[in-house]
């Protein structure tokens, strides 16, 4: 049985805190309050896989739209100017300017919203699970357990943001519950310990019906943090596991380093050595643009594609075709710069002159070439600090 929480479709008893909102930096003393019309057109954050996309097209339409996979990454993206501003619940964002005076949101909401559960369609046993979690619901309502909840979890006061998180008993099975780690103040880590008001809600419901809950997530730190063995899910199975020092740190498939690794790439195949090499320049700039990477890194990137496949690689016979690919990782900021080529074992940073070659160096502090099986590998890895 899976039980999905989730914000802002009516699919069954919702709790009624709420609705969008937009967070921006501060205004400076003595400067009007900003609308939302000051923004149209600016550097608006969108987190991946929310309903918050569409509304962020709708109302700030013509504007320059930058992705992000979790909450702590649009707020570092924020204070650290990446962009002007993006939209989000209104209990999130007040909680994210009580706990940072940096970060405002205006009001009123952009859009009034409520708060539900949702649970999945045509699957056994969901539709009697649901009518089960809504009388929970709809007692703890009547009860005036829930206005004390938002209180509590609304609050200042992290010393009030306890619950009776015993261990659950699970005589009657298991509750998997889908949750993300960053959501203050719905379910967030706090002291090593997932909690929150929806975590709260939930395991209550839990503890009423004699279950036990599994915890599946798509955020990677909570992952992390939490968890003594990882397993990576793609197309509906198991693509990957081990530890997390296994999974996070060295993955060992394809999609799992692309996902882990929040990667985006660039790739490129040269046919032969008359290239459009300024379309390549211009590819890589394109490349560091949409993924906000900082334009001396660029730099660094345009200048090993110059001296070390054009100068290098391609002045050799029998290399091609060359492809080369350029990965850069949102979770380590960095770049890393892979060419495979054929014909024989060369590497051209080693028979290149030591002007080029030191060049090279100074902007790739791990550099390595392979020979396997006929094909070179050669890599560079850039930081973007």
């Known amino acids: 049985m899976i039980l999905l929480i989730v914000a802002g479709i009516a699919l069954s008893i919702?709790?009624?805190?709420?609705?969008?909102?937009?967070?921006?930096s501060g205004n400076p003393p003595g400067k009007p309050a900003a609308t939302y019309s000051d923004f149209k057109g600016k550097r608006?954050?969108?987190?991946?896989?929310?309903?918050?996309?569409?509304?962020?097209?709708?109302?700030?339409?013509?504007?320059?739209y930058f992705y992000y996979d979790t909450e702590s990454d649009l707020v570092t993206a924020l204070t650290g100017n990446k962009i002007d501003a993006f939209l989000n619940d209104e209990p999130v964002a007040e909680m994210m300017h009580i706990e940072n005076n940096a970060i405002d949101f205006i009001q009123p909401c952009i859009v009034e919203d409520n708060y539900c559960f949702g649970f999945p369609k045509n699957k056994d046993g969901s539709d009697k699970i649901m009518a089960e979690f809504n009388e929970v619901l709809g007692d703890l309502r009547k009860k005036g357990e829930l206005d004390k909840m938002k209180k509590k979890w609304l609050s200042k006061d992290d010393s009030q943001k306890t619950f009776d998180d015993t261990p659950l008993t699970g005589e009657n099975g298991t509750l998997t519950v889908a949750v993300v780690g960053d959501k203050v103040p719905f379910s967030y880590m706090f002291n090593n310990k997932l909690t929150g008001y929806n975590v709260e809600l939930v395991t209550i419901f839990a503890r009423e019906k004699g279950m036990t809950m599994l915890i599946v997530t798509h955020e990677m730190k909570f992952a992390k943090d939490v968890s003594t063995r990882v397993f990576y899910m793609d197309e509906g199975g198991i693509y990957e596991e081990g530890t997390p020092k296994q999974i996070f740190e060295d993955p060992q498939k394809p999609r799992t380093r692309v996902f882990i690794k929040r990667l985006k790439q660039f790739n490129l195949t040269?046919?032969?050595?008359?290239?459009?090499?300024?379309?390549c320049l211009s590819g890589i700039g394109q490349f560091g643009k949409d993924n906000q990477i900082r334009e001396k890194t660029v730099n660094d990137l345009q200048l090993i594609f110059e001296e070390v496949i054009k100068q290098g690689i391609t002045k050799k016979e029998g290399v091609f075709p060359v492809e080369v690919t350029m990965e850069y990782s949102g979770v380590d900021e960095s770049v890393t710069v892979n060419a495979e080529y054929g014909g024989e074992d060369f590497d051209p940073i080693t028979n290149a002159d030591e002007i080029s070659a030191a060049i090279v160096k100074g902007v790739a502090p791990e550099i390595k070439h392979t020979f396997e099986d006929g094909r070179n590998r050669l890599s560079f890895l850039v930081r973007n600090p």
Do not use: C, M, W
């Open 44 to 64: 608006i954050g969108i987190r991946t896989g929310t309903s918050l996309e569409d509304l962020t097209f709708k109302y700030l339409p013509d504007s320059q």
């Open 270 to 279: 040269i046919e032969n050595r008359h290239f459009d090499y300024v379309s």
């Open 14 to 24: 919702a709790h009624g805190i709420g609705g969008n909102v937009l967070s921006a």
